[in-house]
């Protein structure tokens, strides 16, 4: 019974600190919105100034903004 809490707790630390790592890799803002076609997308904004998108396949691309 010892050995089961001690997994539970090693793993509910281990859980809490791959949220936390996996919480500081994201630079910038998110934000879900729709493109020109109605489907919507994902929208990132990098500390850099750069604004990237992504769809349903998953896969980042940068975007051109209004001051290019």
Known sequence: MGK???YLV???V???LALFAISAL?????ELAFDQK????YK??????E???AGSS????PMKTAEE
């Open 38 to 41: 109605g489907q919507y997308v």
């Open 51 to 53: 604004t990237w998108r």
């Open 58 to 61: 998953g896969v980042w691309h």
């Open 14 to 16: 281990v859980l809490t």
């Open 26 to 30: 994201h630079i910038g803002e998110y």
């Open 4 to 6: 089961k809490i001690a």
């Open 10 to 12: 090693g793993g509910l």
């Open 44 to 49: 990132i904004k990098t500390s850099n100034g």
